[in-house]
């Protein structure tokens, strides 16, 4: 096992080395001080990143939901002239 550099917590190395390894409870412990190590990295975005980002998802989607709405009337439109119109409609 190596210590890793910040916290000093017990992580695996890539020697090949089969050492026991710490129970379940340790297991989890180390789990859940790792998720809150990365959390505290987080950056949370200012106001004006977050609007950027909300327009370019809308953005993209209608850009997307404009290419599906063309391929289906393209297809129907194709499934029209290959097959006709039914005489009941």
């Not at 050492?19 to 340790?26: G, L, Q």
């Not at 789990?31 to 950027?52: N, S």
């Amino acid at each position: 096992m190596v210590q890793d550099e910040p916290k000093g917590e017990i992580v695996a190395s890539s020697d090949g080395s089969r050492e026991k390894k710490p129970n379940v409870f340790a297991r989890i412990a180390l789990f859940i001080r790792q998720v809150f190590a990365e959390l505290r990295k987080v950056v949370t975005p200012t106001r004006k990143e977050l609007v950027k980002y909300t327009a370019v998802v809308l953005g993209f989607v209608v850009v997307m939901m404009a290419i599906v709405y063309g391929l289906d009337v393209l297809f129907a439109w194709t499934t029209q002239i290959v097959f006709g119109v039914p005489d009941g409609a």
